[in-house]
């Protein structure tokens, strides 16, 4: 296979396993990565699920090893957005800002990005202290944190956050939705406050470089104030990078087996590293077995 490369758009668990199989059969993998390398899983207070680790392990830790293994192999993640990716009828093309690259197959593991407060008006002012995960809070100390959901992300994000800081969980609806162990972890973290039948209306600027978050609730308006503010809300599949053309062929152009969607993007509600590590896998060993037939 020597002299085969393929297009990787995403350097999350799905497409850093789909990279390091694609390497033991000596083809390369041409890996994209608009953010961090370690995706959403970044963001994992601590993974129970992945089998070879029976105490559990932290996301970033767990992501240090998949990185590791990655480096020892001699992958090298490209750090440009792909903006587009299209299919000439023979090769497909991944554009960033800097350039453009081909190969014969592609392989699409951008994972999901979150739903965000549509409803929500958020000054200019204040979107430096709303988030959508927690990774980049993770340094932050003696702060107050508010948290807008009641999945298993909410819990998992505040469970994270309380190591170092006060967290308020604002569910609107009236019972948790997440796993019921996060719950009873949660419930016993005496940093952590959880609030249901909460709807978050508004967000303002307030004294101190602080958030003010007007709620309704059963006792009324509720005013609380916070250093930042993170959405827990849903996420959707990352697709924007598929040229309109390509969307349309997507169907067909997996069927012919050179192109391959792996991972959160196209799991729905099995989104889980196992999972995604094992797409990759599955979608690299699909690659090379083509290849093999084209010669
Ligand atoms: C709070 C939380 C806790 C979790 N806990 C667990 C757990 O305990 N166990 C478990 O198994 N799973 C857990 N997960 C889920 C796990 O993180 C995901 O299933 C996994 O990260 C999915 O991997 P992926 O590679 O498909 O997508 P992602 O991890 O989302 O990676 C996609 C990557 O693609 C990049 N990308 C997207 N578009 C482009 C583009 N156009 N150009 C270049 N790069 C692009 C993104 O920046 C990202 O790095 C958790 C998730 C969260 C949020």
């Not at 453009?100 to 407060?117: E, L, N, W």
């Not at 170092?164 to 972890?185: A, M, Q």
């Amino acid at each position: 296979m020597e002299g085969e490369q393929v297009i990787i758009i995403g350097a999350g668990p799905a497409g850093l396993a789909a990279a390091i199989q694609l390497k033991r059969y000596g083809i390369h993998p041409l890996v994209f990565e608009r953010a961090e390398v370690g995706g959403l899983l970044l963001n994992a207070n601590l993974v129970e699920n992945y089998p070879g680790f029976p105490s559990g392990i932290p996301g970033p830790e767990l992501v240090e090893l998949f990185v590791k293994q990655a480096h020892n192999l001699g992958i090298a993640v490209t750090f440009e957005q792909v903006s587009a990716l299209d299919y000439d009828g023979e090769l497909f093309r991944a554009s960033t800002d800097q350039k453009s690259y081909s190969a014969r197959m592609a392989v699409i593991a951008t994972g999901t990005q979150p739903v965000a407060f549509t409803d929500l008006v958020i000054s200019d002012e204040l979107k430096s202290k709303v988030f959508y995960e927690v990774y980049p809070l993770l340094g932050v100390q003696g702060k107050s944190v508010a948290i807008v959901g009641s999945g298993d992300a909410a819990f998992d994000y505040g469970l994270n956050l309380s190591r170092k800081n006060r967290v308020v969980i604002l569910n609107r609806g009236d019972s948790p939705k997440c796993l019921p162990l996060l719950w009873e972890r949660a419930r016993n973290v005496a940093a952590i406050t959880y609030r249901e039948q909460t709807t978050l209306c508004q967000l303002g600027a307030c004294p101190g470089n602080r958030i003010r978050l007007n709620c309704q609730s059963p006792e009324g308006v509720l005013q609380l104030d916070a250093d930042y503010v993170v959405g827990a809300i849903g996420r959707q599949p990352r697709l924007a990078c598929l040229t309109d053309a390509l969307n349309q062929s997507v169907k067909e152009l997996e069927d012919q087996g050179i192109l391959h969607m792996i991972g959160d993007v196209k799991n729905g509600l099995y989104r889980q590293t196992s999972i995604a590590v094992g797409d990759g896998v599955r979608a690299a060993m699909k690659i090379y077995n083509r290849l093999k037939e084209q010669r």
